[in-house]
């Protein structure tokens, strides 16, 4: 009873979402998550209404797990010029320079962000500007934290340019567990800063390009906030 009372209330939370705006939601959930959140949910009651206790508690932590995986909370952006925001939650993993290549123009200035399973992972525009290219690459699935994952992983890359010409390159990288890569964005499309453009399912990272010349504010280590925390500036 117990089980069925608590599953009852989070399908009915999740259901309530379709009828709420992104910034007016009960529970703040990727879409992408509903349809996982709710089988677990669903196999959580009918093992709870069984009499199935041990299978209704594991169904009824991969819930809430989901829940937390797929988790959306609204952001404060910061609105100082220039400013570039991260794309994603987690910890910095490279800052530094890199050359022309498949994914970048021209020699650029690289930060990468490794989001972890406990990490929320969903994708925002670092930058307001207009999305030129939209690119998939197929790939390996090499651990995100690793620097060749960057060059060998599935991917996904997104090119921004802002009003004053200034080119930016986000790039949705799979890792060892993320298999799913989601861009929701599309050429020609005009976004705002920390505007959400997509989510990688289950541990990835997320890799921004920027203009040589861009200020970085951030060091390896970091813990950034996707669409919060800046990561430099736009000279």
Known sequence: ??????????????????????????????????????????????????????PALFFLAATFFLGM???????????????????????VVEVGVVQKGDLVPEEML????????FNVHVNRIPAEGTVTDVSYYPGKFF????????????????????????KLVVVQVAGLIARRIICRILKGDRLRRGERFGIICFGSRVDIYLPQDAQPVVSVGDKVLAGTSVLGYLT
């Open 143 to 166: 651990s995100a934290n690793l620097d060749k994952a960057s060059r060998h992983n599935e991917r996904n890359a997104v090119s921004l340019e802002t009003s004053d010409g200034r």
């Open 1 to 54: 009873m117990i089980f069925s009372c608590l599953e009852s209330q989070i399908v009915a939370m999740i259901l309530s979402e379709g009828s709420r705006s992104a910034t007016k939601r009960a529970i703040p959930v990727a879409p992408e998550g509903y349809s996982l959140i709710g089988a677990s949910a669903f196999a959580t009651a009918i093992f709870a209404v069984l009499g199935l206790g041990l």
């Open 69 to 91: 995986f797929f988790r959306d909370p609204e952001r404060v952006i910061p609105e100082e010029a220039g400013a570039v925001v991260s794309p994603a939650d987690g910890k």
């Open 110 to 117: 690289k930060v990468s962000v490794f989001m972890s399973v």
